[in-house]
């Protein structure tokens, strides 16, 4: 150890140490490189401490000079620390900012936990048929007037489908409508003709429930009213219907009876070898027509109506219409 040391020495030391520390400051990278220097320059065991404890070596009237030169020093050296690990902190956040950066816009592998219920597409897929030949959505309530659901629709008062068996009587002359068919009634008066509509919704009998009965099902009807429409124009539309339906398959009218048509005719689809009967339909009645003020002898149209449930269970082969409600997943998730 050397005996002597001057003051010039030691301030020429402290002047050096003060750039190397503001160099190698403004070259830390983080937060533990900043401590590691704090420590190695003004820590107990320090850089600084080793050039002040030459500093006894001095003369007494020396000493303080050195010893505010140091002060300066460390002074300094904070202060560059503090500033340099805010600077480094910031690159950290902005870096984690940008590493981290969610793109809400960007397109996504969400795979949508439920899909539609199948009588929902069936209904859909009928609706985009019908829509496709040109007609539009009508809907009517599901609790209907005695005159909606059967005197409009030429079934008279002591018809068997008034049957307290069938018809779920809600007092007064309200009830649940038995099928889709009030729906033409209120879109005719509504809506003079022409007019070519569909209307699917829900409708209720009082049938036990079996394999093939449910007290609440689907129906969707049809009715065109238009100058000088024929039994053709229904023959065409309701086998191009069920053919885009079923895919191109034989369809055939059998002579049938409704109150609200005349001739009237129930058809049927040859679906894997054998005949199955999809839907009814028919020429509006001028009965029907004359209720509502329409002259029979110029405006004639079309009628038709199908339950949904059948439909969808002979395309996708179901047994049993209670599993279409029983809401098992299951089953559900088949489709
Ligand atoms: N409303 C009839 C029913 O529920 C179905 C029906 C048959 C509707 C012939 C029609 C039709 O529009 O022309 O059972």
Redesign the pocket.
Known sequence: MSATVSLQQLTDQLEHLEAEAAAAIANASDAAALEELRVGLLGKKGRLSGVLGAMGRLPGDERPLVGQRANRLKDQVQQLLGARLEAVRGAAMAERLERERIDVTAACSYVPPGHRHPLQSTIEEIVDIFAGLGYRVSEGPEIETDHYNFTALNIPEHHPARDMQDTFYLGGDRLLR????PV?IRHLEANPPPVRVIAPGR?YRRDAVDATHSPVFH?V???ALDEGLDFSHLRGTVTTFLQQFFGDLPVRFRASY?P??EP?AEVDVQWRGRWLEV????MVDSAVLEGLGLDPERWSGF???LGVERFCMVRHGIDDIRRLFSSDLRFLEQF
């Open positions: 038995t099928h889709t068919s033409q409708v129906q009807e049809v009715l409704f609200f048509t009237s839907m009814g339909c028919g009628a038709a109506g």
